[in-house]
Structures are given as C-alpha cells and as structure tokens.
C-alpha cells in the first residue's frame, strides 16, 4: 500500500513538473505574440483624412457596356465640399450618431461587445457580412485600399481606430465621418448633400430632413430618395427618429412633429451618365452583392449585358413616341426592355421617356416596377392549356357569360353582394359564339380567356406563369379569374424575359445584366460564361403559341392585314395588352433571337385614352432597327394533333360530342380504305357548353359523367341562348342521318392495279441512254394522275390515263449504279395503288 502511494506522488510530481514546463512555453509565446502585436500596432500610419479625393477617386468603380463603352463613373465629376464641425448642426449629428454609433462619445473607437457580436455572426453564416463598426472605425475603414471582409483586416481596422482616437478629438473623427460620408451618386459628405437634397446649409436642416439623410448612406443606391424604394426610404427615417427619441436626441414633441412632417426632395440633377435606369439596377445589384464600400471605392471594372447601341435607339424611339402618345393617348410615359432569349442578357432597359425629366417622375424605373399587364398575359394561360392537351383549333364559345357562382346566368346575385357578379366583355362589346384558340388569342377576345383559364386551373396557370420568369405574382388564392385579363401585377423585365421562353421553345434563362466583374487589380471577381437554361415548357406547347402569336390572319379582325405586327416573311410573335381601367399599355414581342417589351402610360396612374396599340408604332420601330442587328431566324413549326381520337371540341368541332366518319363520295361509313380526300365527319347536333365535353382536371380523357354546378348551368344557359338564336345557319344532324352501310366505291375490288414493265431490272441502261417507262394498268374508275419518284424524289406528274413518261440518267441529279422507279397511280375517286422496280446504270 505505502509503495503504491509514493508511486502515485512520483507520478504527480512528474505531471506538476511538465503542466509548469507547458505553461511556460505558452507564457513565452504569449510575451512574443504580444510583442509582434504592439511593434505591428506601431508602425500603422494613421492615413491624411484631408486627401478625400485623392483616396476615392483613384479607385473609382467604372461601368460599361458589353462592348466596352463607359456608361459611368462613380466618381466621375465628384462633389464634396468640406466644412468646420461647428457649421453641420445639431441635427445631422444626432440623427447621424442615433442610427450609426450611439455611443460615439462614450467608447475609444470600437466597440468590442458588437464586435465580438458581429464575429459569431460572420463565423456562423461564413459570410462576413457583419461589421459591428463604429464611426471611428467607418473613418479608418474609407481610408483603407482593401474592401476584403477577413478577420484580420478587421483587427487592423480596429487597432488603427483605437490610435486615431488619440490622434484626433471625437468632434474631428465625426467631422471627418460626416465630410465624407456618401449619399449616392457623386454625392458626398454632409454640405453638398443638403444642398442637392434640399437646398440648404447642414445646420439650417429640419430634424425629419437630417433623418431622412442619415438613413441614406447605409445603401445610397437602394435609399435613394430618386430610387423606386422611397417607402423603405420612409420607413428607415421613421427609425433614425424613433432611435433619436429613444435616446433622449430629441423629445416627443419633437419626434411626432418630424415623423409627421412632410418632406420634398429637390428635382434630382443631371451627371455624367448613359442608360441611367440600366446603371443603377446595376449597381444595386453589386451594392447588394458585394457592398456599398466595394462599389464606392473598390476600383470595381464591371462589363455589363447592355448594348448601347441599341439602348441609344431605344431611348430615342422612347422618347419620341412617349411624348406623341402624350398628346394622341394622354400617356405621357414609356418604357422599353430588350432581352436576347437565348442567354438572358438584358441589351436595353429605358425606365422612363427622360431619366432627368421631374414632371413625370423619370428617375423611377418602370422596367422593374410592378403594373398590372392586362391580355399581354393571356399567352401564359394558353400555353398552360397546349400542355394539357389543347390546340389552336380547339373551340371555346364566346358568349355572354356569368362565371360567379353566386349568381344567376343573367348575372344577378342570388347570394352575397351584386359586385361579386363576374361578366367579362370584348374589346369590341361584341360576341362571336364558337372560336378557336387561334381565333381567340388573335383578337384577344375576353371570355374564351377566362374560360381557358377555368379549365386549366389557377394554380397550374400560375405555377407556369411563375416558372416562366414572373416573379411579382402571389398565391392562386389571392386570384380569380380576371388574372387572364392582367389582374395580377407583374414587372416589364420579367415580362419580356418570360417571353424569351416561347422564343426557345421552353428554355428559362434568368436575367442577365452582368458579364464580368474585376477588383482594381483586375482579379475576376465574377463572370457569365453562358447558361445552359432550365426547361419549364415542352418545346411543342412553346412553338404552338409562337405559332399563334405570329399569325398574322388571326389578328388581323382586330388590327387589320397590314398592322404594327406584321413584317411580312420575316418571323415575329407579339402580344399587346391593355388594362380594363385603361392605365397600363403593353407591347411584348419576339423572334428567336430577341424579345422587346414595351410599357406606355401614366406613373401616377392616370388613365389613359382607351386604344390597343398605344405601344405597338413605339415597339416596331425599335424592333425594325434591332431586327439589322440581331440574327434572322424562323421559328420551328409545331406538330398539331388533328388525331381523330381527340374529342371533337379539341379538334374544332364543337356541334357535339358524338360523331363517325363516312364517306363523301358514297355517303356511306368511312372503312380502313377510305382516302382522307374523302373522309368526312358527320356529328349529331348536340351543342352543349365545354363543361359538357371537358374534364378539366383530365381534359383529353372522357367526358364528364354528370357534368353539373352552378359554373356548368351558367356557362351551359350562355350557349343555350346562342345556339337558339343561331341554329338555323347551321345544319343540323341527327341520329337517323347517319348512315348504316359501309363505304362502296372504296374496296379491294375496285382498287387501281399498276405494274411497271420498262425500265427491265435485269438489264443494265447507259447514262446518257433514253429510258421509255411503260406500265400496265387495270382499273374501275377512270385514271386521274400518275407520279413518278425517282430514288424516291418526286420527278413529275402525267395527269392523262394514257401514260407517257421517258427520262435520261445524265439528266437526274441524284442517279445512282443502283436505283429505284416508283410509280404511284390514283384515280378519280382517290383510290391510289403503286409498283416499284429496280434498275441499273452504267456510270
């Protein structure tokens, strides 16, 4: 036992000894780690903070197009005007300090608490986006040449805070923050931006315009007052007061009369800038991504998507007919966008008519702002419909027609309020009875959309609109049936983006405004290489709307034969839109190479004067010039499902949903040998409304069992009272007109008998020898035409039953050693029968 116990103090003797020897050797490390620390510490230089234009301008972010033209520089034609601390005023200093560093005058330059805070967080997210500075540190930052978000920049940016603090007074480090702060733009620091803001001197600033000033610099682009964020502009002023109060800056007095004073911005004024809107998405976009600093003074080299070619035209196309439209329409603004579908690169955005034009608000960005889109939406509901087996000769009737089901088919309320009612009307207050879907979309009639979009559903419509690219939209129960008509609100970007869609027969490429983005150094910090797209529309479905947006004959009862819309051989797919309240105008068309998109109307609203192609002169002299410079190709032609095994209302017939097929020469039922020439439907007269025929959840499949319901009676009373007015235009079939006995005239026995007896296939002919063709013929019914296929290319035609056809090798282009002779004879009923020979020559 004794043993055992002095084993065990030997033993902790041995761990003492090497517990002391560690704790000294990290003891030593910490003495040196320190050292290296405060010898580093030393030698940073507090920079000049008097050079601020020196600093900034030196690593300016500059803005091009794709082809290398500058369209900004963020600090091109800087203003900033430096003044003592004692003529800023109270109030840009409370609210400065209430929002960016409440106790400025309390800590040494940082805050360790909310830099320990700001490092979890960083460490958490692996992102580094959080700073936890103080004005101090904000002052060292700026002066810095790095924007990296690293730990160890941080710790530099904080030891040079903690020296700057002894190096200058609290009053200068806050003079210093507030003469170079920006405020967007070539805005900085607090004396040019009260003048540009407000026209005023930083102390004559009301408390509600010293917070709104304070609440801009954390994202100039995103809070400016010029920018289409003004209501989080408002709602970050409302929490610099509230942080002003809370803080004994102000008293309550104070805070209600600021929050509720109403404050004017100055009219925004020009700069040194092209594609005005284009630039600013942009930049928000990379103040998003990497930080107002990096864009303020990284150096950043950003080559964007646009061509400012074509956006020079646009803006001047923009203009002009903004302007006529104005005194023709009452519409004084305009907005085009430009996007190739087959990459997403946006190659124009015009926000407005004029960029620096305050009488109507130029500086908002129609492109991205949310207006209702009136019918220009309609093809999304249509194309849901060609995926669900649907076709451009499917028939929907447009008839007058109740779609609320709480009430009555003459559209009266039997239950809840009369405004429920829901009677949709033409743009012509006319109705045509049965159309086809080509038909329809065409004239852009109104209640065979709104049906379509009953019978495809809401939520699949909105689910594909949403795929397409139209993000603004809500959820389907947030919608009726009047967002066929534009009822949801959409932006001009996604709009002809989503297009783009029909224009690659189904490929979604998201917006692309950005090609290459380098630091100062020229490291690539990002770049669009291409996409490859995601597919959100079968390629048929797409090229059946393409095909329906470009016929020119469908249209043409509401545009005339020779509109804005046509261009002759030349392929091109559009759509207008007009909203019921006549406020928004829409233009979106297409090729495969280029969709444009078109907006006209009022930014406050006002209605415009009522017309269907406020935009479309605009949108075709943009898309004539854009046309030279963009590719010419044509769109692939759909398959069109005329099977006679689709329910007749899918293939256009629409008198009822039982029929057979006879034949016309006979009159008798259609057999296997039948020709198509000949073959004709014969329906029972039994007109009912497309709930009669379609399930909508299983629209090819078999009709409706027990169709009924209050939307089935209304729709079913609508058709009832056309068809009663209109029968007597159209025959009517009933079951004891369809014939019992089989086709006659077309059987084996009465088929055309044909044999080819020269050219011999054993002989062997010389090129350049005369080859008489001879046949032999039985037949029934008098020859109508014989033709001749050579390699099975179509030689010609002897349309005469005395055959006589002769021909020479060294005249046929496509004469092998080897060759086939094909001979097809029909006669005058279309029955047909063939023979076919081998023959050789010597070449």
């Not at 002095?6 to 003495?31: D, E, M, R, S």
């Not at 003048?195 to 004559?204: C, G, L, M, R, V």
């Not at 976009?285 to 600093?293: A, C, F, P, R």
């Not at 090229?543 to 043409?556: E, G, V």
């Amino acid at each position: 036992m004794i043993k055992k116990l002095k084993h065990k103090v030997k033993n902790i003797k041995n761990h003492k000894h090497h517990f002391l020897n560690a704790g000294l050797v990290f003891l030593v490390l910490g003495i040196l780690l320190v050292s290296i620390s405060i010898i580093w510490v030393a030698t940073l230089r507090v920079p000049d903070f008097r050079s601020f234009d020196e600093r900034k301008v030196a690593r300016s972010t500059k803005i091009y197009d794709r082809n290398e033209e500058l369209l900004f520089d963020i600090h091109q034609d800087i203003k900033r005007t430096v003044i003592p601390f004692e003529e800023m005023g109270d109030a840009i200093k409370d609210a400065t300090l209430a929002i960016e560093d409440k106790d400025f005058y309390k800590h040494k330059g940082v805050q360790p608490r909310a830099f320990i805070r700001a490092v979890v967080v960083n460490i958490k997210s692996g992102s580094f986006s959080q700073g936890g500075s103080t004005i101090t540190q904000q002052v060292v930052k700026n002066s810095l040449l790095t924007n990296e978000k690293r730990i160890s920049r941080k710790l530099k940016e904080w030891f040079l805070a903690l020296k700057l603090e002894k190096e200058m007074s609290k009053d200068e480090i806050l003079a210093t923050y507030l003469n170079e702060i920006p405020y967007g733009g070539n805005i900085y620091g607090v004396k040019e931006a009260a003048n540009y803001f407000f026209s005023k001197n930083p102390a004559d600033l009301t408390i509600a315009e010293a917070a709104y000033m304070a609440a801009v610099p954390k994202a100039p682009t995103f809070y400016s007052p010029y920018g289409k964020n003004r209501e989080l502009l408002d709602e970050r002023k409302n929490v610099v007061l509230a942080q002003m109060f809370d803080q004994g800056r102000i008293t309550e007095e104070e805070y209600n009369q600021a929050k509720e004073e109403v404050v004017e911005f100055l009219p925004q004024g020009r700069f040194a800038i092209k594609a005005p809107h284009f630039v600013f998405y942009v930049r928000e976009y990379l103040e998003q991504k990497y930080g107002k600093d990096a864009v303020e003074s990284g150096g950043l080299r950003v080559i964007t998507s646009l061509d400012y070619e074509l956006q020079q035209k646009a803006e001047a196309v923009v203009y002009k007919h903004a302007k006529e439209n104005e005194e023709l329409w009452n519409a004084s603004n305009a907005s085009l966008v430009a996007v190739n579908p087959k990459t997403g690169e946006i190659l124009t955005m015009v926000g407005s008519r004029n960029y620096f034009d305050e009488e109507i608000d130029g500086k908002f960005n129609i492109a991205t702002a949310k207006r209702q889109p009136g019918s220009s939406f309609k093809p999304f509901i249509y194309a849901t419909a060609m995926t669900k087996g649907f076709t451009p000769n499917s028939v929907l009737f447009d008839t007058k027609t109740e779609f609320q089901t709480t009430c009555s088919p003459e559209g009266r309320a039997l239950s809840g309020s009369q405004a429920d009612c829901y009677m949709p009307v033409n743009y012509d207050d006319e109705y045509k009875g049965p159309v086809t879907l080509r038909q329809a979309l065409g004239e852009s009639r109104n209640v065979p959309a709104v049906k379509l979009l009953y019978l495809t559903t809401i939520n699949d419509s909105l689910r594909l609109a949403k795929n397409m690219g139209i993000k603004t939209l809500a959820d389907a129960n947030q919608y009726g049936l009047t967002l066929v008509l534009g009822g949801g609100e959409v932006t001009l970007l996604d709009m002809t983006s989503a297009y783009g869609v029909f224009a690659t027969e189904g490929i979604r490429h998201e917006p692309v405004s950005i090609l290459k983005v380098e630091d100062a150094n020229g490291n690539v910090l990002e770049e669009y290489t291409g996409s490859r797209g995601q597919s959100v529309l079968d390629a048929n479905s797409a090229r059946l709307i393409s095909d329906m947006l470009k016929d020119n004959q469908a249209r043409t009862p509401l545009f005339g034969s020779n509109s804005f819309l046509y261009f002759g051989s030349k392929d091109v797919a559009g759509k207008t839109g007009t909203t019921n309240n006549n406020r928004d105008a829409w233009m979106v068309g297409y090729t495969p190479d280029l969709v444009v998109g078109v907006w006209s109307g009022n930014n406050d609203n006002t209605p415009m004067k009522k017309g269907s192609a406020i935009s479309g002169r605009l949108w075709r002299e943009f898309m004539d010039f854009a046309l030279t410079k963009t590719p010419s190709n044509s769109f692939t032609p759909p398959f069109i499902n005329e099977s006679l095994d689709l329910k007749p209302i899918l293939r256009g017939n629409w008198l009822g949903g039982e029929s057979v097929l006879i034949d016309s020469i006979s009159g008798k039922l259609a057999t296997e040998l039948t020709p198509l020439e000949t073959t004709k439907e014969l329906t029972v007269t039994k007109v009912h409304n497309e709930l009669h025929w379609i399930d909508r959840l299983n629209p090819t499949g078999p009709n409706p069992v027990n169709p009924g319901g209050r939307q089935y009676e209304n729709w079913e009373f609508s058709v009832q009272r056309w068809w009663n007015q209109n029968k007597n235009r159209f025959e009517t079939i009933t079951e004891d007109d369809i014939p019992t006995g089989y086709d006659n005239v077309h059987t084996e026995e009465k088929m055309p008998e044909i044999k080819i007896t020269n050219p011999d296939s054993s002989s062997v002919y010389g090129y350049s020898d005369e080859i008489n063709v001879q046949v032999d013929i039985k037949n029934t019914y008098p020859i109508e035409s014989f033709d001749v296929f050579i390699n099975d290319v179509y030689m010609g035609s002897v349309k005469n039953s005395n055959f006589n056809y002769s021909f020479k090798p060294d005249q046929i282009e496509n004469i092998k050693s080897l060759n086939q002779l094909k001979i097809i004879v029909r006669d005058n009923v279309y029955n047909k029968a063939e023979d076919i020979i081998n023959f050789s020559v010597d070449i």
